[in-house]
Protein backbone atom coordinates (compact mmCIF):
# COMPACT_ATOMS: atom_id res chain seq x y z
CA UNK A 1 0.00 0.00 0.00
CA UNK A 2 2.53 2.32 1.19
CA UNK A 3 4.67 1.82 -2.48
CA UNK A 4 1.80 2.25 -4.05
CA UNK A 5 1.25 5.79 -2.97
CA UNK A 6 4.94 6.43 -3.34
CA UNK A 7 5.12 5.74 -6.99
CA UNK A 8 1.62 7.72 -7.06
CA UNK A 9 3.00 10.63 -5.91
CA UNK A 10 6.48 10.14 -7.78
CA UNK A 11 4.28 10.42 -11.03
CA UNK A 12 2.89 13.44 -9.97
CA UNK A 13 5.87 15.24 -9.16
CA UNK A 14 7.13 13.96 -12.63
CA UNK A 15 4.26 15.55 -13.89
CA UNK A 16 4.21 18.91 -12.60
CA UNK A 17 7.95 19.74 -12.68
CA UNK A 18 8.27 20.41 -16.17
CA UNK A 19 5.26 22.85 -15.29
CA UNK A 20 6.73 24.41 -12.23
CA UNK A 21 10.44 25.05 -14.18
CA UNK A 22 8.49 26.29 -17.09
CA UNK A 23 6.72 29.18 -14.55
CA UNK A 24 10.53 29.71 -13.17
CA UNK A 25 11.89 30.70 -16.15
CA UNK A 26 9.04 33.02 -17.60
CA UNK A 27 9.11 34.65 -14.21
CA UNK A 28 13.32 34.93 -14.87
CA UNK A 29 12.31 36.21 -18.65
CA UNK A 30 9.87 38.94 -17.23
CA UNK A 31 12.23 39.82 -14.45
CA UNK A 32 15.66 40.58 -17.22
CA UNK A 33 12.59 42.16 -19.48
CA UNK A 34 10.97 44.23 -16.98
CA UNK A 35 14.40 45.56 -15.50
CA UNK A 36 15.55 46.48 -19.19
CA UNK A 37 12.35 49.06 -19.35
CA UNK A 38 13.50 50.48 -15.76
CA UNK A 39 17.08 50.58 -16.95
CA UNK A 40 15.52 52.14 -20.00
CA UNK A 41 13.59 54.97 -18.50
CA UNK A 42 16.09 56.41 -16.47
CA UNK A 43 18.37 56.56 -19.62
CA UNK A 44 20.92 53.60 -18.15
CA UNK A 45 21.07 52.18 -21.97
CA UNK A 46 24.19 49.86 -21.58
CA UNK A 47 22.41 48.22 -18.64
CA UNK A 48 18.67 48.36 -20.24
CA UNK A 49 20.51 46.45 -23.18
CA UNK A 50 22.48 43.95 -21.55
CA UNK A 51 19.24 42.70 -19.68
CA UNK A 52 17.33 43.05 -22.80
CA UNK A 53 19.73 40.65 -24.55
CA UNK A 54 19.67 38.41 -21.54
CA UNK A 55 15.79 38.35 -21.83
CA UNK A 56 16.53 37.59 -25.74
CA UNK A 57 18.26 34.63 -24.82
CA UNK A 58 16.01 33.09 -22.37
CA UNK A 59 13.21 33.40 -25.31
CA UNK A 60 15.56 31.70 -27.53
CA UNK A 61 16.09 28.80 -25.49
CA UNK A 62 12.77 28.58 -24.34
CA UNK A 63 10.92 28.49 -27.99
CA UNK A 64 9.57 31.33 -26.91
CA UNK A 65 9.28 33.26 -30.52
CA UNK A 66 6.48 35.95 -29.48
CA UNK A 67 8.68 36.72 -26.60
CA UNK A 68 11.54 36.63 -28.01
CA UNK A 69 10.48 39.19 -30.98
CA UNK A 70 8.49 41.23 -28.44
CA UNK A 71 12.22 41.98 -26.42
CA UNK A 72 13.57 42.26 -29.78
CA UNK A 73 11.67 45.17 -30.76
CA UNK A 74 12.24 46.60 -27.77
CA UNK A 75 16.00 46.23 -28.24
CA UNK A 76 15.90 48.14 -31.81
CA UNK A 77 13.59 51.01 -30.11
CA UNK A 78 16.73 51.50 -27.16
CA UNK A 79 19.44 51.27 -30.87
CA UNK A 80 17.05 54.06 -32.38
CA UNK A 81 17.08 56.21 -29.22
CA UNK A 82 20.89 55.86 -28.66
CA UNK A 83 21.35 56.43 -32.51
CA UNK A 84 22.46 52.84 -33.17
CA UNK A 85 20.63 52.86 -36.66
CA UNK A 86 22.44 50.46 -38.00
CA UNK A 87 22.53 47.99 -35.56
CA UNK A 88 18.90 48.40 -34.60
CA UNK A 89 17.77 47.49 -38.68
CA UNK A 90 20.07 44.32 -38.03
CA UNK A 91 18.37 43.27 -35.14
CA UNK A 92 14.65 43.77 -36.91
CA UNK A 93 15.67 42.36 -40.16
CA UNK A 94 16.93 39.19 -38.06
CA UNK A 95 13.71 38.18 -36.64
CA UNK A 96 12.72 37.12 -40.52
CA UNK A 97 9.30 36.37 -41.20
CA UNK A 98 7.03 37.69 -38.19
CA UNK A 99 3.71 37.16 -39.86
CA UNK A 100 3.02 34.94 -37.44
CA UNK A 101 2.30 37.22 -34.52
CA UNK A 102 0.08 40.45 -36.32
CA UNK A 103 0.57 42.95 -33.87
CA UNK A 104 4.13 42.16 -33.12
CA UNK A 105 4.60 42.57 -37.14
CA UNK A 106 3.10 45.65 -36.81
CA UNK A 107 5.40 47.17 -34.06
CA UNK A 108 8.30 45.58 -36.07
CA UNK A 109 7.44 47.68 -39.19
CA UNK A 110 6.72 50.68 -37.16
CA UNK A 111 9.92 51.08 -35.86
CA UNK A 112 11.96 49.89 -38.71
CA UNK A 113 9.80 53.30 -40.93
CA UNK A 114 10.88 55.07 -37.59
CA UNK A 115 14.75 54.41 -37.82
CA UNK A 116 14.32 54.86 -41.81
CA UNK A 117 12.93 57.76 -41.30
CA UNK A 118 15.76 59.54 -39.05
CA UNK A 119 18.84 57.26 -40.52
CA UNK A 120 19.41 59.48 -43.72
CA UNK A 121 22.81 57.99 -44.52
CA UNK A 122 24.43 57.26 -48.45
CA UNK A 123 24.54 53.42 -47.47
CA UNK A 124 20.48 52.91 -47.24
CA UNK A 125 19.35 53.55 -50.49
CA UNK A 126 15.79 54.82 -51.21
CA UNK A 127 15.49 55.46 -47.17
CA UNK A 128 12.17 58.08 -48.20
CA UNK A 129 10.82 55.35 -50.15
CA UNK A 130 11.48 52.67 -47.71
CA UNK A 131 10.35 54.85 -45.15
CA UNK A 132 6.80 55.49 -47.23
CA UNK A 133 5.90 51.95 -48.12
CA UNK A 134 6.71 49.83 -44.80
CA UNK A 135 4.30 52.65 -42.96
CA UNK A 136 1.94 52.32 -45.72
CA UNK A 137 2.16 48.08 -45.39
CA UNK A 138 2.18 48.34 -41.78
CA UNK A 139 -1.14 50.65 -41.86
CA UNK A 140 -2.52 48.11 -43.66
CA UNK A 141 -2.08 44.79 -41.24
CA UNK A 142 -3.24 47.05 -38.29
CA UNK A 143 -6.29 48.01 -40.11
CA UNK A 144 -6.44 43.84 -40.83
CA UNK A 145 -6.19 42.97 -37.21
CA UNK A 146 -8.58 46.36 -36.29
CA UNK A 147 -5.29 47.48 -34.41
CA UNK A 148 -7.01 50.84 -33.57
CA UNK A 149 -4.22 52.55 -31.44
CA UNK A 150 -1.49 51.23 -33.52
CA UNK A 151 -3.54 52.08 -36.62
CA UNK A 152 -3.77 55.35 -35.22
CA UNK A 153 0.64 55.91 -34.39
CA UNK A 154 1.07 54.72 -37.76
CA UNK A 155 -1.15 57.64 -39.61
CA UNK A 156 0.34 60.15 -37.27
CA UNK A 157 3.70 59.38 -38.73
CA UNK A 158 3.31 58.85 -41.74
CA UNK A 159 1.02 61.70 -42.58
CA UNK A 160 3.97 64.03 -40.64
CA UNK A 161 6.53 62.15 -42.72
CA UNK A 162 5.08 63.22 -46.15
CA UNK A 163 3.81 66.62 -44.63
CA UNK A 164 8.05 66.98 -44.47
CA UNK A 165 8.40 65.89 -48.08
CA UNK A 166 6.65 68.18 -49.78
CA UNK A 167 3.31 66.00 -49.87
CA UNK A 168 0.77 68.50 -47.54
CA UNK A 169 -2.71 67.39 -48.86
CA UNK A 170 -1.74 63.66 -48.64
CA UNK A 171 -0.24 64.23 -44.96
CA UNK A 172 -3.31 66.45 -44.29
CA UNK A 173 -5.50 63.63 -44.64
CA UNK A 174 -3.74 61.26 -43.05
CA UNK A 175 -3.05 63.44 -39.72
CA UNK A 176 -6.70 63.71 -39.86
CA UNK A 177 -8.09 60.82 -39.78
CA UNK A 178 -5.10 59.33 -37.21
CA UNK A 179 -6.81 62.82 -35.00
CA UNK A 180 -10.40 60.84 -35.34
CA UNK A 181 -9.18 57.70 -34.61
CA UNK A 182 -7.41 58.91 -31.21
CA UNK A 183 -10.62 60.76 -30.13
CA UNK A 184 -12.81 57.83 -30.84
CA UNK A 185 -10.56 56.12 -28.52
CA UNK A 186 -10.25 58.43 -25.82
CA UNK A 187 -7.08 59.25 -26.04
CA UNK A 188 -6.72 62.93 -26.32
CA UNK A 189 -2.84 63.31 -25.71
CA UNK A 190 -2.11 61.96 -28.94
CA UNK A 191 -5.26 63.40 -30.59
CA UNK A 192 -3.50 66.92 -29.66
CA UNK A 193 -0.58 65.66 -31.28
CA UNK A 194 -1.82 64.94 -34.13
CA UNK A 195 -3.61 68.23 -34.34
CA UNK A 196 -0.61 69.61 -33.71
CA UNK A 197 1.23 68.51 -37.09
CA UNK A 198 -2.62 68.96 -38.70
CA UNK A 199 -1.91 72.75 -37.16
CA UNK A 200 1.50 72.84 -39.01
CA UNK A 201 -0.06 71.93 -41.83
CA UNK A 202 -2.41 74.63 -42.53
CA UNK A 203 0.17 77.53 -41.07
CA UNK A 204 2.59 76.05 -44.31
CA UNK A 205 -0.36 76.18 -46.53
CA UNK A 206 -0.93 79.64 -45.50
CA UNK A 207 -4.52 78.61 -44.32
CA UNK A 208 -4.66 81.02 -41.24
CA UNK A 209 -8.57 81.24 -40.88
CA UNK A 210 -8.48 77.57 -40.54
CA UNK A 211 -4.98 77.51 -37.94
CA UNK A 212 -6.67 80.02 -35.83
CA UNK A 213 -10.22 77.77 -35.25
CA UNK A 214 -7.20 74.00 -34.71
CA UNK A 215 -5.71 76.61 -32.31
CA UNK A 216 -8.74 77.34 -30.50
CA UNK A 217 -10.08 74.10 -30.21
CA UNK A 218 -6.75 72.47 -28.74
CA UNK A 219 -6.29 75.11 -26.40
CA UNK A 220 -9.39 73.41 -24.56
CA UNK A 221 -7.71 70.61 -24.76
CA UNK A 222 -3.81 70.81 -23.87
CA UNK A 223 -4.19 73.89 -21.22
CA UNK A 224 -4.73 72.81 -17.80
CA UNK A 225 -3.16 69.24 -18.03
CA UNK A 226 0.52 67.97 -17.64
CA UNK A 227 1.56 67.33 -21.41
CA UNK A 228 4.44 69.33 -21.64
CA UNK A 229 5.82 67.47 -24.74
CA UNK A 230 2.69 68.59 -26.44
CA UNK A 231 2.98 71.94 -25.30
CA UNK A 232 6.42 72.41 -26.51
CA UNK A 233 5.31 71.95 -29.98
CA UNK A 234 2.02 73.22 -29.70
CA UNK A 235 3.16 76.74 -28.24
CA UNK A 236 5.54 76.48 -31.37
CA UNK A 237 3.07 76.29 -33.86
CA UNK A 238 1.18 79.05 -32.38
CA UNK A 239 3.90 81.76 -32.05
CA UNK A 240 4.48 80.40 -36.34
CA UNK A 241 1.15 81.33 -36.67
CA UNK A 242 1.04 84.62 -35.29
CA UNK A 243 5.04 84.87 -37.26
CA UNK A 244 2.92 84.05 -40.38
CA UNK A 245 0.33 86.81 -39.69
CA UNK A 246 3.01 89.18 -39.03
CA UNK A 247 2.22 89.84 -35.33
CA UNK A 248 6.02 89.97 -33.69
CA UNK A 249 4.36 90.41 -30.16
CA UNK A 250 2.52 87.67 -30.66
CA UNK A 251 5.44 85.31 -32.30
CA UNK A 252 7.48 86.36 -29.09
CA UNK A 253 4.73 85.68 -26.17
CA UNK A 254 3.71 82.38 -27.39
CA UNK A 255 7.80 81.85 -27.89
CA UNK A 256 8.24 82.59 -24.64
CA UNK A 257 5.40 79.96 -23.69
CA UNK A 258 6.79 77.54 -25.37
CA UNK A 259 10.75 78.19 -23.68
CA UNK A 260 8.71 77.89 -20.21
CA UNK A 261 6.67 74.83 -21.01
CA UNK A 262 10.41 73.29 -21.86
CA UNK A 263 11.83 73.92 -18.80
CA UNK A 264 8.39 72.17 -16.92
CA UNK A 265 9.08 69.59 -19.11
CA UNK A 266 12.88 69.03 -18.28
CA UNK A 267 11.76 69.53 -14.36
CA UNK A 268 9.23 66.74 -15.21
CA UNK A 269 12.03 64.46 -16.87
CA UNK A 270 14.37 65.06 -13.98
CA UNK A 271 11.54 63.84 -11.22
CA UNK A 272 10.92 60.93 -13.24
CA UNK A 273 14.31 60.01 -13.49
CA UNK A 274 14.81 60.16 -9.78
CA UNK A 275 11.48 57.91 -9.39
CA UNK A 276 12.73 55.68 -11.07
CA UNK A 277 16.33 55.68 -9.10
CA UNK A 278 14.82 55.35 -6.02
CA UNK A 279 12.48 52.25 -7.17
CA UNK A 280 15.19 50.56 -8.61
CA UNK A 281 17.29 51.53 -5.21
CA UNK A 282 14.73 50.12 -2.96
CA UNK A 283 14.39 46.86 -5.33
CA UNK A 284 17.86 46.36 -4.74
CA UNK A 285 17.69 47.08 -1.27
CA UNK A 286 14.75 44.58 -0.76
CA UNK A 287 16.22 42.07 -2.88
CA UNK A 288 19.59 42.11 -1.15
CA UNK A 289 17.79 42.33 2.33
CA UNK A 290 15.96 38.80 1.52
CA UNK A 291 18.77 37.62 0.40
CA UNK A 292 20.38 38.55 3.89
CA UNK A 293 17.63 37.45 5.44
CA UNK A 294 17.95 33.96 4.17
CA UNK A 295 21.47 33.80 4.86
CA UNK A 296 21.21 34.82 8.06
CA UNK A 297 18.35 32.06 9.08
CA UNK A 298 20.99 29.50 7.56
CA UNK A 299 24.05 30.97 9.40
CA UNK A 300 21.83 30.94 13.17
CA UNK A 301 21.16 26.74 12.26
CA UNK A 302 25.02 26.39 11.93
CA UNK A 303 26.77 29.20 13.43
CA UNK A 304 25.58 31.21 16.44
CA UNK A 305 29.09 32.43 17.41
CA UNK A 306 28.52 34.27 13.73
CA UNK A 307 26.14 36.79 15.03
CA UNK A 308 28.48 39.38 16.00
CA UNK A 309 30.23 39.31 12.65
CA UNK A 310 26.69 39.67 11.12
CA UNK A 311 25.86 42.67 13.26
CA UNK A 312 29.56 44.40 12.31
CA UNK A 313 28.25 43.55 8.22
CA UNK A 314 24.24 45.27 8.96
CA UNK A 315 26.17 48.56 10.75
CA UNK A 316 28.68 48.97 7.83
CA UNK A 317 25.63 48.40 5.40
CA UNK A 318 23.49 51.29 7.22
CA UNK A 319 26.57 53.52 7.21
CA UNK A 320 26.79 53.41 3.55
CA UNK A 321 23.11 53.74 3.12
CA UNK A 322 23.83 56.67 5.21
CA UNK A 323 26.66 58.64 3.28
CA UNK A 324 24.37 57.63 0.20
CA UNK A 325 21.27 59.17 1.45
CA UNK A 326 23.59 62.51 2.25
CA UNK A 327 25.02 62.37 -0.94
CA UNK A 328 21.73 62.35 -2.11
CA UNK A 329 20.78 65.12 0.00
CA UNK A 330 23.79 67.22 -1.05
CA UNK A 331 22.94 66.59 -4.63
CA UNK A 332 19.31 68.07 -4.09
CA UNK A 333 20.94 71.21 -2.50
CA UNK A 334 23.58 71.80 -4.93
CA UNK A 335 21.04 71.16 -7.85
CA UNK A 336 18.55 74.13 -6.13
CA UNK A 337 21.72 76.57 -5.75
CA UNK A 338 22.16 76.06 -9.57
CA UNK A 339 18.72 76.40 -10.61
CA UNK A 340 19.16 79.92 -9.03
CA UNK A 341 21.77 80.94 -11.14
CA UNK A 342 20.13 80.66 -14.21
CA UNK A 343 19.44 83.85 -14.93
CA UNK A 344 22.97 85.33 -13.75
CA UNK A 345 24.52 82.46 -15.80
CA UNK A 346 21.69 83.47 -19.23
CA UNK A 347 23.02 87.10 -19.03
CA UNK A 348 26.60 86.25 -18.72
CA UNK A 349 26.34 83.46 -21.94
CA UNK A 350 24.43 86.47 -23.98
CA UNK A 351 27.46 88.63 -23.10
CA UNK A 352 29.77 86.14 -23.88
CA UNK A 353 27.96 85.21 -27.31
CA UNK A 354 28.25 88.99 -28.38
CA UNK A 355 31.85 89.63 -26.99
CA UNK A 356 33.07 85.99 -29.14
CA UNK A 357 31.55 87.27 -32.33
CA UNK A 358 32.86 90.66 -31.94
CA UNK A 359 36.54 89.06 -31.11
CA UNK A 360 35.95 86.53 -34.11
CA UNK A 361 35.21 89.33 -36.87
CA UNK A 362 38.30 91.27 -35.79
CA UNK A 363 40.62 87.97 -35.34
CA UNK A 364 39.13 87.51 -39.58
CA UNK A 365 39.78 90.71 -40.34
CA UNK A 366 43.60 90.89 -39.06
CA UNK A 367 43.89 87.42 -40.86
CA UNK A 368 42.72 89.19 -44.44
CA UNK A 369 45.03 91.77 -43.62
CA UNK A 370 47.83 89.71 -43.01
CA UNK A 371 47.02 88.29 -46.30
CA UNK A 372 46.91 91.31 -48.09
CA UNK A 373 50.33 92.44 -47.11
CA UNK A 374 51.93 89.63 -47.69
CA UNK A 375 50.51 89.42 -51.49
CA UNK A 376 52.19 92.90 -52.31
CA UNK A 377 55.12 91.11 -54.08
CA UNK A 378 53.58 87.98 -55.29
CA UNK A 379 53.33 87.27 -59.13
CA UNK A 380 49.73 87.95 -60.29
CA UNK A 381 48.61 84.45 -60.38
CA UNK A 382 49.73 83.97 -57.16
CA UNK A 383 48.30 87.10 -55.62
CA UNK A 384 44.94 85.93 -57.48
CA UNK A 385 45.05 82.87 -55.03
CA UNK A 386 45.72 85.26 -51.94
CA UNK A 387 43.12 87.88 -53.14
CA UNK A 388 40.13 84.32 -53.66
CA UNK A 389 41.36 83.39 -50.07
CA UNK A 390 41.11 86.60 -48.64
CA UNK A 391 37.60 86.61 -50.06
CA UNK A 392 36.29 83.79 -48.49
CA UNK A 393 37.65 84.88 -45.43
CA UNK A 394 35.73 88.14 -45.86
CA UNK A 395 32.51 86.44 -46.25
CA UNK A 396 32.60 84.66 -43.02
CA UNK A 397 34.00 87.91 -41.31
CA UNK A 398 30.94 89.66 -42.68
CA UNK A 399 28.33 86.96 -41.16
CA UNK A 400 29.83 87.74 -37.87
CA UNK A 401 29.47 91.07 -38.07
CA UNK A 402 26.06 90.77 -38.00
CA UNK A 403 25.77 88.23 -35.27
CA UNK A 404 27.78 90.90 -33.31
CA UNK A 405 25.48 93.61 -34.08
CA UNK A 406 22.45 91.93 -33.11
CA UNK A 407 23.42 88.42 -30.94
CA UNK A 408 19.46 87.14 -30.32
CA UNK A 409 19.19 87.41 -34.27
CA UNK A 410 19.53 83.64 -35.17
CA UNK A 411 18.63 84.41 -39.04
CA UNK A 412 20.56 86.72 -41.07
CA UNK A 413 18.82 88.46 -43.85
CA UNK A 414 19.98 87.24 -47.41
CA UNK A 415 20.00 90.24 -49.47
CA UNK A 416 22.17 92.65 -46.71
CA UNK A 417 24.62 89.46 -46.51
CA UNK A 418 25.04 89.50 -49.97
CA UNK A 419 25.50 93.50 -50.13
CA UNK A 420 28.22 92.89 -47.94
CA UNK A 421 30.07 90.64 -50.89
CA UNK A 422 29.09 92.52 -53.04
CA UNK A 423 30.38 95.61 -51.83
CA UNK A 424 34.16 93.72 -51.19
CA UNK A 425 34.27 92.87 -55.14
CA UNK A 426 33.30 96.54 -56.18
CA UNK A 427 36.60 97.56 -53.88
CA UNK A 428 38.20 95.14 -55.45
CA UNK A 429 37.86 96.10 -58.66
CA UNK A 430 35.62 99.22 -58.80
CA UNK A 431 36.10 100.17 -62.34
CA UNK A 432 35.09 96.86 -64.01
CA UNK A 433 32.10 95.07 -61.99
CA UNK A 434 28.77 96.04 -63.00
CA UNK A 435 25.83 93.85 -61.01
CA UNK A 436 22.26 94.07 -61.07
CA UNK A 437 20.62 92.24 -58.19
CA UNK A 438 16.94 91.20 -57.33
CA UNK A 439 16.63 89.56 -54.11
CA UNK A 440 13.55 88.55 -52.28
CA UNK A 441 13.26 89.10 -48.59
CA UNK A 442 14.53 85.63 -47.07
CA UNK A 443 15.84 85.19 -43.69
CA UNK A 444 18.11 82.00 -43.46
CA UNK A 445 19.93 80.59 -40.15
CA UNK A 446 23.24 81.59 -39.51
CA UNK A 447 25.22 78.77 -39.36
CA UNK A 448 23.51 78.14 -42.67
CA UNK A 449 23.86 81.06 -44.83
CA UNK A 450 27.99 81.08 -44.56
CA UNK A 451 27.33 78.62 -47.59
CA UNK A 452 25.53 80.89 -49.44
CA UNK A 453 27.98 83.80 -48.74
CA UNK A 454 31.39 81.21 -50.21
CA UNK A 455 28.74 79.95 -53.33
CA UNK A 456 28.09 84.11 -54.40
CA UNK A 457 31.83 84.57 -53.70
CA UNK A 458 33.15 81.67 -55.81
CA UNK A 459 31.07 82.71 -58.36
CA UNK A 460 32.14 86.31 -58.30
CA UNK A 461 35.64 85.40 -57.97
CA UNK A 462 35.41 83.13 -61.28
CA UNK A 463 33.96 86.14 -63.12
CA UNK A 464 36.79 88.27 -62.59
CA UNK A 465 39.31 85.57 -62.60
CA UNK A 466 37.78 84.82 -66.39
CA UNK A 467 36.27 87.52 -67.76
CA UNK A 468 38.34 89.35 -70.32
CA UNK A 469 38.01 93.36 -70.14
CA UNK A 470 35.58 95.22 -68.66
CA UNK A 471 32.79 92.84 -66.84
CA UNK A 472 29.07 93.56 -67.78
CA UNK A 473 25.17 92.78 -67.20
CA UNK A 474 25.97 90.70 -63.76
CA UNK A 475 22.46 89.58 -63.25
CA UNK A 476 21.89 88.00 -59.61
CA UNK A 477 18.77 86.66 -58.89
CA UNK A 478 16.83 85.11 -55.92
CA UNK A 479 13.10 84.85 -56.05
CA UNK A 480 11.26 83.29 -53.03
CA UNK A 481 8.14 81.11 -53.60
CA UNK A 482 6.81 80.16 -50.53
CA UNK A 483 9.44 77.63 -48.85
CA UNK A 484 10.74 77.12 -52.36
CA UNK A 485 13.65 79.72 -53.89
CA UNK A 486 15.25 80.07 -57.26
CA UNK A 487 19.30 81.10 -56.97
CA UNK A 488 20.33 82.23 -60.44
CA UNK A 489 23.69 83.85 -61.43
CA UNK A 490 24.49 85.13 -64.78
CA UNK A 491 27.47 87.26 -66.12
CA UNK A 492 27.40 86.67 -69.96
CA UNK A 493 30.07 84.50 -70.32
CA UNK A 494 31.38 81.59 -72.34
CA UNK A 495 33.35 78.96 -70.90
CA UNK A 496 34.60 76.01 -72.46
CA UNK A 497 33.67 72.30 -71.70
CA UNK A 498 36.72 71.67 -69.41
CA UNK A 499 35.34 74.97 -67.35
CA UNK A 500 32.76 72.87 -66.01
CA UNK A 501 35.11 70.47 -64.50
CA UNK A 502 36.94 73.03 -62.61
CA UNK A 503 37.84 73.17 -59.37
CA UNK A 504 35.99 76.19 -59.25
CA UNK A 505 32.37 75.11 -60.82
CA UNK A 506 33.39 71.45 -58.53
CA UNK A 507 33.84 73.85 -55.24
CA UNK A 508 30.44 75.42 -56.09
CA UNK A 509 28.29 71.72 -57.03
CA UNK A 510 30.07 70.85 -53.54
CA UNK A 511 28.62 74.84 -51.05
CA UNK A 512 25.23 73.92 -53.19
CA UNK A 513 25.10 70.24 -51.68
CA UNK A 514 25.65 71.66 -48.86
CA UNK A 515 22.79 73.99 -48.33
CA UNK A 516 20.47 71.80 -49.53
CA UNK A 517 20.10 72.63 -53.07
CA UNK A 518 18.53 70.97 -55.58
CA UNK A 519 17.76 71.23 -59.56
CA UNK A 520 21.76 72.45 -60.23
CA UNK A 521 22.57 73.63 -63.49
CA UNK A 522 25.48 75.00 -65.18
CA UNK A 523 25.30 76.52 -68.70
CA UNK A 524 28.83 77.44 -69.93
CA UNK A 525 27.52 79.35 -72.91
CA UNK A 526 26.20 82.05 -71.15
CA UNK A 527 27.88 81.98 -67.64
CA UNK A 528 24.99 81.17 -65.96
CA UNK A 529 24.54 79.18 -62.45
CA UNK A 530 20.59 78.02 -61.08
CA UNK A 531 19.77 75.98 -58.37
CA UNK A 532 17.02 75.67 -55.88
CA UNK A 533 16.13 75.41 -52.31
CA UNK A 534 14.18 75.55 -49.47
CA UNK A 535 14.39 78.03 -46.98
Known amino acids: MMNNRQ ?6 IMLFTPCILSAETLGTFEQHYNQALRYADVSLHAESAKEFNEAILIAR ?69 SVLSILT ?71 LVQADSIIKHLRKIVDGHDWFSNE ?42 MASFRVLHDTKKFQEKA ?30 LGLLILGVIGLLIRERNLKAKVDIANEKYHMLLVESNHRIKNNLQMIISMLEYASKDLSD ?29 ENVELSTYFSEIIKLYEEISPDNLQLEKHIDSIDIKSERIVYFGLILNEMLANTIEHGNGKINGIELLVNRNEDLCLFQYKDGSSWDESSQQGTGASLIKQLVKRVGGSQFKLDSTIGQYQFKFHV
Open 232 to 273: IDFYNQIASYHRAKGDSMGYLVWDHEAAKSFVKYNNTVHNDR
Open 61 to 129: ENNWRDKEIEATISLAELMRKTWDFREGLDLLYGLGNTSDYPLLNVRKLGRLAAIYHEYQEDDIPNSTD
Open 291 to 320: QFSEQLAQQRKLQLEQETERTRLLAIFLSI
Open 381 to 409: RDGRAFKRMSSKIHTISALHKHLYLDVHN
Open 137 to 207: RAIDLAKLGEYRVEEAGLKNELGFFLSRNGQLSKGTELLLEAARIFESIGDMRNYSNAMTHLLENQIQDQN
Open 7 to 12: HILGIV
